[in-house]
C-alpha cells in the first residue's frame, strides 16, 4: 500500500547511545517532516525538508540531525541520546503545488523510543 | 506566527451523544484548518480540512466543522457518538503564505472518551 513508513517501530536506547530512524514514501511527494509527539503537548516540528536536497530546523531541532537521502527517504539521527528524547516520533510527507497550504499531511505509524 | 488551542485535554461524551471538540486558530493570513485523528498506537490520519471553498466541512465517519472567521474558530462536531469514536483529536492549521513547506502547527490535542 501506497504511504509512509518508519523504522524501527520500537526502540530502547541508553543516554549517550545513538541511532537513526528512517522513514520513507512510495507517493512522489516533495516534502517530508519528523514531529515528536509527547503527552499533553500535542506535535512538535523537529525537522522538515522542503525538496530534495534541503533541510530547514523547525520547532525542536536540538539534539539532532538528518538528511534527505533522496526524493523517498528522510531519517532522523540521535547522535548521544537523553532522555528527554524519549518520545514518539513521526514522519509525515506531503506534495507540494498549488495551494500548499491545503495539501494533506500524509503520517507513518510511528516510532517509539525509549532512552533510559 | 500561528497557532492552535484545543479546550480541554480530555472530553467525556456518552455513547449516542454529541460530540464538540473546540479548536481556535491564531493566523495572520487566511488560513487553512484540518482534523486529524490518531488511534491508540497509530499515526495520525486527516478528517477533513478547511481550505475556503466551504464554511461547513464534511469529513469521514460523520464528522463534520465549521468555520467561524469572526470567533476564530474550527469546532469539530458529530451528532451521535460511537465507542469506536473514542481516540486523539488534533486540530491543525497552515497558512497559504512560504508555500506551506513548514508543516503544520497543531493543537496539543483532546482526548475523546466515550462512555457506555
Known amino acids: 500500500n501506497a504511504g509512509v513508513t518508519q523504522t524501527p517501530k520500537f526502540q530502547v536506547l541508553k543516554t549517550g547511545q545513538s541511532m537513526t530512524l528512517q522513514c520513507a514514501q512510495d507517493?512522489?511527494?516533495?516534502?517530508m517532516y519528523w514531529y515528536r509527539q509527547d503527552p499533553g503537548m500535542g506535535l512538535r516540528l523537529i525537522y522538515y525538508s522542503a525538496s530534495e536536497g534541503t533541510t530547514d530546523k523547525g520547532e525542536v531541532p536540538n539534539g539532532y540531525n538528518v538528511s534527505r537521502l533522496n526524493k523517498r527517504e528522510f531519517s532522523l539521527r540521535l547522535e548521544s541520546a537523553a532522555p528527554s528524547q524519549t518520545s514518539v516520533y513521526f514522519c509525515?510527507?506531503?506534495?507540494?503545488?498549488?495551494?500548499?497550504?491545503?495539501?494533506?499531511?500524509?503520517f507513518g505509524a510511528g516510532s517509539r523510543l525509549t532512552v533510559l | 506566527a500561528q497557532s492552535v488551542t484545543q479546550l480541554g485535554s480530555h472530553v467525556s461524551v456518552s455513547e449516542g451523544a454529541l460530540v464538540l471538540l473546540r479548536c481556535n486558530y491564531s493566523?495572520?493570513?487566511?488560513?487553512?484548518l484540518f482534523w486529524y485523528v490518531q488511534y491508540p498506537n497509530q499515526g495520525l490520519q486527516l478528517l477533513l480540512k478547511y481550505t475556503s471553498a466551504a464554511t461547513l466541512v464534511k469529513g469521514i465517519n460523520g464528522f463534520e466543522a465549521e468555520f467561524k472567521k469572526s470567533e476564530t474558530s474550527f469546532h469539530l462536531t458529530k451528532p451521535s457518538a460511537h465507542m469506536s469514536d473514542a481516540a486523539e483529536y488534533f486540530c491543525a492549521v497552515s497558512d497559504e503564505a512560504g508555500g506551506g513547506a513548514d508543516g503544520l502547527t497543531f493543537g496539543k490535542g483532546t482526548h475523546l472518551i466515550i462512555q457506555p
Open positions: 493566523s495572520s493570513v487566511p488560513p487553512y
Open positions: 509525515a510527507s506531503r506534495r507540494l503545488g498549488g495551494p500548499s497550504g491545503a495539501n494533506v499531511l500524509t
Open positions: 507517493m512522489n511527494h516533495n516534502s
